[in-house]
């Protein structure tokens, strides 16, 4: 099945900023309103983690590494989640990706290439 489809990543200096976008591929679409959507990154040696959540109404969660900086929206006319991360530091280096989540809060769907985020001067 087509996967999700992350973008936007790039290399910034310290500081910087970036804006990623994941649009849903279609045979999503059809889903995409009533969930719960996340961004995730994974670090080179590190466990993939959440850094931030979306729900159908809106209603945000952000890890506290990121609180503050990153903003998360959607625009479920565009099937599209948004990651607007301001002030980067470093230790935001990682490959992004976002999912949809379960009821239990897993991953719903196949993870996709994700999109690299280098933060470096």
């Known amino acids: 099945q087509p996967q999700l489809v992350e973008s936007g990543g790039g290399l910034v200096q310290p500081g910087g900023s970036l804006r990623l976008s994941c649009r849903a591929p279609?045979?999503?679409?059809?889903?995409?309103?009533?969930?719960?959507w996340g961004w995730y990154r994974q670090a080179p040696g590190k466990e993939r983690e959440l850094v931030a959540s979306?729900?159908?109404?809106?209603?945000?969660d952000y890890a506290d590494s990121v609180k503050g900086r990153f903003t998360i929206s959607r625009d479920n006319s565009r099937k599209t989640i948004y990651l607007q991360m301001n002030n980067l530091k470093p230790e935001d280096t990682a490959v992004y990706y976002c999912?949809?989540?379960?009821?239990?809060?897993?991953?719903?769907?196949?993870w996709g290439a994700g999109t690299q985020v280098t933060v470096s001067s």
């Open positions: 999912n949809a989540l379960s009821t239990t809060n897993l991953p719903k769907y196949t």
């Open positions: 279609r045979h999503i679409t059809s889903v995409f309103n009533p969930l719960l």
């Open positions: 979306i729900t159908s109404g809106r209603t945000t």
